[in-house]
């Protein structure tokens, strides 16, 4: 295992770069014993990862009750905590990208969007730590809680880095 310390700002940039690539991910969440993930979809604004729940969903309930989540978007595991946001209509920043991004799902929920009645709430989740698998080289992770990056070559079996 050979672990380098690399340039906060390169990896940071590299990694918006990347979670930008994609627009669906996995959304684990949990709440006492059980853990359950889903596909969702998502938007960015830099790091500020954002997606739409209705109230009444477990995913909504178990943040409520852990705000930790965790996302796995192509060759990204993104560690993160989620805060519940309001409705739509009340979230401009969301929305804006969402319609920015991916207007499609913005048609899907059609007039739910807009509506101050809906039951769809805007989830914002601030990653604390990015890392992303670099096929048969290794790993890059972006520790944003402590603001340090660093490269971990294969075999990682010893990694405290990768296992904290």
């Known amino acids: 295992m050979n672990q380098t310390e690399i340039s906060y700002e390169d ?8 979670i930008k690539k994609y ?3 996995v959304l684990a969440t949990a709440e006492g014993e059980f853990v359950t993930a889903r596909v969702m979809v998502f938007v960015t604004q830099g790091m500020t990862i954002y997606c739409v729940t209705p109230i ?6 178990q943040i409520m009750a852990n705000s930790n989540v965790a ?12 805060l519940l946001k309001g409705r739509p209509l009340e979230e401009e920043n969301a929305v804006n990208a969402l319609q920015e991004q991916i207007p499609e799902v913005c048609a899907m929920f ?4 807009q509506s101050p009645d809906t039951d769809l709430r805007i989830i914002e989740i601030t990653p604390g730590k990015i890392t992303s698998y670099q096929r048969q080289k290794g790993l890059k992770i ?14 990682i079996e010893n990694d405290p880095a990768y296992y904290e």
């Open 56 to 61: 009444w969903s477990r995913k909504y309930r």
């Open 71 to 82: 996302i796995a978007a192509g060759n990204l595991q993104i560690e993160g905590v989620a």
């Open 110 to 113: 059609g007039d739910s969007m």
């Open 11 to 18: 990896l940071e940039q590299e990694m918006l770069q990347e």
């Open 23 to 25: 627009q669906y991910g």
């Open 142 to 155: 972006l520790d944003i809680v402590k603001e340090k990056a660093h490269s971990v070559d294969f075999p």
